[in-house]
């Protein structure tokens, strides 16, 4: 069985761009495309209709085949250490939703796709997304085809953004993601674009994208894929 690798990139903005263009290229030469996780309001008063050079930078790499995903509305509006849709009732969750997409499509960075951040969401959210036009949904634990409702099964191995970043941790992610592949699995690879700019998380990232690749798996992008009518059918 041959399994997959599916490598997203969280956190881009004015910043932290230089440190995701960098690994985009090592994953460029590796063959493997990105899902960019994209949010419209991070902390310290970011905002994305105010920083051209992310968007800019965002549908470049968009054009040459990564996937842009939705990471939330407005983490900074959230209460501290919780994430933004891990506990919204569908109607707020619904609210920011849309509000969000506003914003994506203003920017020329509309996506059918949504991973909430620390890829948790609450049962409200869940039932929210359909209704804003979103088909897909990737939580911590599975990959969700809304519109089949049909999932797939794996679990995120992260650094940054509620995961863990030192050194054991690292290790621990490079060989769960040999462990992965061997077996035939979704490997599913998620880093800050702040720790891309430290040398142990961006170098164990790449040892565990290279593990996978030696085993076979194929890269990935999280996406959907809509339904395909049969000929002759009513």
Same mark, same amino acid.
């Given at each position: 069985?041959?399994?997959?690798? &599916?490598?997203?990139?969280?956190? &881009?903005?004015?910043?932290?761009? @230089?440190?995701?263009?960098?690994?985009?290229?090592? %994953? @460029?030469?590796?063959?493997?495309?990105?899902?960019?996780?994209?949010?419209?309001? /991070?902390?310290?008063?970011?905002?994305?209709?105010? @920083?051209?050079?992310?968007?800019? =930078?965002?549908?470049? *790499?968009?054009?040459?085949?990564?996937?842009?995903?939705?990471?939330?509305?407005?983490?900074?509006?959230?209460?501290?250490?919780?994430?933004?849709?891990?506990?919204?009732?569908?109607?707020?969750? *619904?609210?920011?939703?849309?509000?969000?997409?506003?914003? %994506?499509?203003?920017?020329?960075?509309?996506?059918?796709?949504?991973?909430?951040?620390?890829?948790?969401?609450?049962?409200?959210?869940?039932?929210?997304?359909?209704?804003?036009?979103?088909?897909?949904?990737?939580? %911590?634990?599975? &990959?969700?085809?809304?519109?089949?409702?049909?999932?797939?099964?794996?679990?995120?191995?992260?650094?940054?953004?509620?995961? *863990?970043?030192?050194?054991? =941790?690292?290790?621990?992610?490079?060989?769960?993601?040999?462990?992965? +592949?061997?077996?035939?699995?979704?490997?599913?690879?998620?880093?800050?674009?702040?720790?891309?700019?430290?040398?142990? #998380?961006?170098?164990?990232? /790449?040892?565990?994208?290279?593990?996978?690749?030696?085993?076979?798996?194929? #890269?990935?992008?999280?996406? =959907?894929?809509?339904? &395909?009518?049969?000929?002759?059918? +009513?």
């Amino acid at each position: 069985m041959t399994g997959q690798v &599916i490598v997203s990139v969280s956190g &881009i903005k004015d910043e932290t761009r @230089d440190f995701a263009a960098a690994f985009a290229e090592e %994953m @460029d030469a590796r063959g493997v495309p990105l899902s960019l996780l994209v949010a419209p309001r /991070l902390k310290d008063k970011y905002r994305l209709v105010n @920083d051209p050079a992310t968007q800019d =930078w965002v549908r470049a *790499r968009r054009s040459r085949g990564d996937a842009v995903v939705l990471h939330g509305y407005d983490q900074a509006a959230t209460k501290r250490r919780r994430a933004e849709f891990a506990s919204l009732p569908e109607h707020e969750a *619904r609210l920011r939703l849309l509000a969000a997409d506003r914003v %994506m499509e203003q920017t020329g960075l509309r996506t059918r796709l949504f991973a909430p951040p620390r890829w948790l969401a609450s049962q409200g959210a869940v039932a929210a997304l359909p209704s804003a036009g979103f088909r897909l949904l990737a939580t %911590m634990t599975a &990959i969700h085809d809304l519109e089949r409702e049909t999932s797939v099964r794996s679990r995120v191995l992260g650094i940054g953004e509620g995961f *863990r970043a030192e050194p054991w =941790w690292c290790r621990a992610l490079v060989l769960g993601s040999g462990r992965t +592949a061997r077996r035939g699995g979704v490997v599913r690879l998620a880093v800050t674009a702040k720790q891309l700019g430290t040398s142990g #998380p961006r170098q164990a990232m /790449l040892d565990a994208v290279d593990l996978a690749l030696y085993h076979g798996a194929q #890269p990935e992008v999280y996406r =959907w894929r809509p339904r &395909i009518p049969q000929i002759g059918a +009513a």
